[in-house]
């Protein structure tokens, strides 16, 4: 089956720019995307289709995916910002495949 | 506004059943494709099913067999039927709208029901 992978924990100081990575055989292929989890809330869509934004996500929200490799960038660190972080794609069989999660903390 | 209402959640002993409803208001379920993704206490995201706007399901394998993914057009509702429930399935269950077909984006997500599966 087709495997995600993030840190566990990513930590960045307020206003510096953190980069949350997730890794996947030949993920560049296909879309991917990510969500922004707070505690007690439902996940946000906060980019799609490798690099796009919703409408109401902040212009320091970015994202890439190359090769193996899809990164969400978050310019400005803020901290609101910190949250639970997944990335997302698809299998074979076009099954839903999520990330592990990344922690993201500001301090 | 789109919004999506979670209900049907709560306590059930193991090998019970239990039916999940998701009530959808701001668009027609029966236009977008809808998924069920769970969450165990304090873990990750879990993809569980996947109703299509033309009708097909798609399960991910640990709940196949067990779990049916269904809609009702008239109440503009989803609906997850568990069955033969285990400890491993206690988790919040989100539903979430695809944003466009086939991209497999969820741009809406309900606030989730929580299915504890204890004895």
């Known amino acids: 089956s087709y495997e995600l992978t993030q840190p566990p924990s990513v930590s960045v100081s307020p206003g510096q720019t953190a980069s949350i990575t997730c890794s996947g055989d030949?993920?560049?292929?296909?879309?991917a995307c990510w969500y922004q989890q707070k505690p007690g809330q439902s996940p946000v869509l906060v980019i799609y289709?490798?690099?796009k934004r919703p409408s109401g996500i902040p212009e320091r929200f970015s994202g890439s995916n190359s090769g193996n490799t899809a990164t969400l960038t978050i310019s400005g660190t803020q901290a609101m910002d910190e949250a639970d972080y997944y990335c997302?794609?698809?299998?074979?069989?076009?099954?839903?495949?999520f990330g592990g999660g990344t922690k993201l903390t500001v301090l | 506004e789109v919004q999506l209402v979670e209900s049907g959640g709560g306590l059930i002993q193991p090998g019970g059943s239990l039916r999940l409803s998701c009530a959808a208001s701001?668009?027609?379920?029966?236009?977008?494709?809808m998924s069920w993704v769970r969450q165990a206490p304090g873990k990750g995201l879990e993809w569980v099913s996947v109703l299509y706007s033309g009708g097909s399901t798609k399960y991910a394998d640990s709940v196949k067999g067990r779990f049916t993914m269904s809609r009702d057009n008239s109440k503009n509702t989803v609906y997850l039927q568990m069955k033969s429930l285990r400890a491993e399935d206690t988790a919040v269950y989100y539903c979430a709208r695809e944003a466009v077909a086939g991209t497999k984006e969820f741009d809406y997500w309900g606030q989730g029901t929580l299915v504890t599966v204890s004895s």
């Open positions: 997302q794609a698809w299998d074979s069989s076009s099954h839903v495949v």
């Open positions: 701001g668009f027609t379920v029966s236009s977008n494709s």
């Open positions: 030949k993920l560049g292929d296909k879309f």
């Open positions: 289709q490798d690099s």
